[in-house]
């Protein structure tokens, strides 16, 4: 009989979980601490202070930095250790760049072969966004998550698993910098406002355009972030 996998705690105190999902779920710890920049772009990533915070050994920890660095979030660094990646000018340039391409396409497929029910789902993200951005209510996290739910929702009705794929793994570098572009002044309804003409053209079902409009939406978005 095979043995079986070895219980280890769970960094949030639940319930046990196998070596595998542990360093899948502390990945993602990591991850929104990341995003959230409670580590800082540049740091250094404490191994053993973490490991010891979160309750599991270095094992799992090193494994979760793995996926990191996969996806860009970390870098390992030869004797040295693992390092929160630093983005530069050019590699946010390269980002959008390669997502304005994958997510005009996208948008143009959407404009024509998405249903009126699809399309209402998206009227309904974009009305969350309008109300996340009015001056009463304006919140930089809330119109970022649901912009970011906009842009995935487009992405699934548009049924490219391919390109979801490679659009995922480039959001994750983006949000390294994403928060900062969206606090500089006015930036918030400047998106605001490409969002709706992207909403035009969608309802208007002009392909051409609503690509357009998403291109212009990541020059836009780029220029406020360098």
Not at 41 to 57: F, N, V
Not at 95 to 112: F, I, K, M, N, Q
Request: aromatic share 4%; with cysteine.
């Amino acid at each position: 009989m095979n043995p079986q996998p070895a219980q280890t705690k769970d960094p949030r105190g639940a319930k046990s979980l196998s070596p595998k999902a542990l360093y899948v779920e502390v990945a993602e710890l990591l991850r929104q601490r990341i995003f959230k920049r409670e580590l800082e772009p540049g740091s250094w990533i404490d191994e053993l202070r973490i490991a010891e915070e979160y309750g599991i050994s270095r094992t799992p920890l090193r494994e979760a930095l793995k996926v990191l660095a996969a996806e860009g979030l970390v870098t390992m660094k030869v004797r040295r250790g693992a390092y929160v990646t630093e983005v530069s000018a050019n590699d946010l340039a390269d980002v959008y760049h390669l997502l304005s391409l994958l997510e005009s396409d996208a948008a143009g497929v959407v404009a024509t072969k998405a249903t009126d029910a699809e399309l209402a789902e998206l009227q309904a993200l974009h009305a969350e966004l309008e109300a996340a951005a009015l001056p009463s209510a304006a919140n930089t996290d809330a119109f970022f998550a649901v912009n970011e739910r906009f842009h995935m929702r487009l992405l699934e009705i548009a049924n490219n698993r391919w390109r979801d794929q490679m659009v995922a793994d480039l959001r994750k570098v983006m949000k390294l910098n994403r928060h900062n572009s969206l606090l500089k002044s006015g930036r918030m309804q400047e998106s605001l406002a490409e969002h709706r003409c992207i909403m035009a053209a969608l309802a208007a079902r002009n392909a051409g355009a609503t690509a357009q409009h998403m291109r212009q939406h990541f020059a836009n978005g780029l220029e406020a972030a360098a």
